[in-house]
Nanobody, 115 residues
């Protein structure tokens, strides 16, 4: 059974870097043709696609977030991560990791940006 689980701080101060990790179980993140996504949903707003990291580690970012976003992965731990720099209160959202190929999502984690 494949599962995805987000983890990371629930509170980040403005101007700092938001860091989240998605732990995947049941399938290797290096499995060919599998890609892994980050999405977010601010309170009262729609879902926003942030980008994707491929099975070979290549990354694609949303143009609106590209300048502040970095994806990485730790294949030994079967994890992939998100870093979003220079956060503001507008970055407050439910953050999800997902597998588009398997149509699976993590449960989501709320990150609040506040001083």
């Amino acid at each position: 059974q494949v599962q995805l689980q987000e983890s990371g701080p629930g509170l980040v101060k403005p101007s700092q870097t938001l860091s989240l990790t998605c732990t995947v179980s049941g399938v290797s993140i290096t499995t060919r043709y599998h890609a892994w996504s980050w999405l977010r949903q601010p309170p009262g707003k729609g879902l926003e696609w942030m980008g994707v990291i491929g099975d070979d580690g290549r990354t694609w970012y949303s143009p609106s977030l590209k300048s502040r976003t970095t994806f990485s992965r730790d294949t030994s731990k079967n994890q992939f991560s998100l870093q979003l720099s220079s956060v503001t209160p507008e970055d407050t959202a439910l953050y999800y990791c997902a597998s588009p190929h398997l149509d699976l999502w993590g449960q989501g984690t709320l990150v609040t940006v506040s001083s």
